[in-house]
């Protein structure tokens, strides 16, 4: 595959347009109502994977007092950002913090845990996500709920190769700007499960010149997760539920 650096890196327009390019997936809509809908009223959560605060804040804003984690320090820089510019009162119920999913200890429980966006299908199945199922568990008293956002596998598999000519996005900033983005590889390995591609953002001035362009890797692992959330005292509490047509949320109940 071509030359390209991981996505979320420090100085990727993936990190810098993170916001953007969620606000326009519409495959995404109503993810905040569902998680909104597995805790109890002003209840505390724990979300793993928060990124750039976007459930963090609404979810915050809803009454719940959420505690945000991600190993990214980028992509924690602009959720500070903006939780700064918020309410005090809604300020209060928020908590970021920088840590590993795959290791977290915060030595306290939360009414429910969540791991949204594809967020577990960024690591490789096996250790990794047995050590996140064991972190949610750690985080939940005796009947609490796990909610993981995971990609369907056959989307995943069939996927057609991409037109690298063609974007997938093109859309104006306001300012004059254009943010357009590519998929220049895209390959499936079976047995590990594993779709990789290389996507390019490309970033165009006013006059259409490219201003930036940054060719970055994106990988999502899948597998079935309730046997390896079970190794960590994990079982259905329900069947998935399809979000966009692209993905599933699996929610969990501690034993």
């Known amino acids: ?34 998680y909104a809908g597995l805790a109890p009223d002003a209840g505390a959560l724990l979300e793993l994977g928060a990124g750039t605060g976007r459930l963090t804040i609404g979810l915050a804003a809803r009454g719940f007092r959420v505690c945000g984690v991600d190993i990214s320090p980028v992509m924690l820089s602009q959720a500070e950002a903006r939780v700064t510019g918020l309410p005090p009162d809604l300020r209060e119920r928020i908590e970021l913090r920088r840590g590993d999913m795959t290791s977290l200890d915060l030595k306290r429980t939360f009414d429910l845990v969540i791991c949204p966006f594809f967020t577990l299908a960024h690591v490789p199945t096996g250790a990794a996500w047995r050590n996140t199922f064991a972190v949610a568990a750690r985080h939940l008293p005796s009947g609490g709920l796990a909610a993981f956002h995971l990609p369907k596998l056959e989307l995943m598999r069939g996927l057609e190769p ?27 390995k079976e047995g590990a499960n594993r779709l990789e591609q290389v996507l390019e953002y490309v970033l165009a001035d006013e006059t259409g010149r490219i201003a930036h362009r940054s060719a970055e890797r994106l990988t999502y692992y899948m597998t079935d997760p309730v046997p390896l959330a079970a190794t960590a005292g994990l079982v259905p509490d329900r069947p998935p539920i399809d979000l966009g047509g692209v993905g599933d949320i699996f929610v969990f109940r501690k034993l």
Request: glycine share 8%.
């Open 1 to 34: 595959m071509a030359k390209a650096k991981p996505y979320y890196a420090p100085g990727s327009l993936s990190a810098v347009f993170y916001d953007r390019i969620t606000g326009a997936d519409a495959k995404l809509l109503g993810d905040e109502d569902i």
């Open 162 to 188: 991409p037109d690298p000519r063609r974007p997938v996005l093109d859309q104006h900033l306001g300012d004059g700007r254009a943010l357009l983005l590519f998929v220049l590889e895209r390959s499936f």
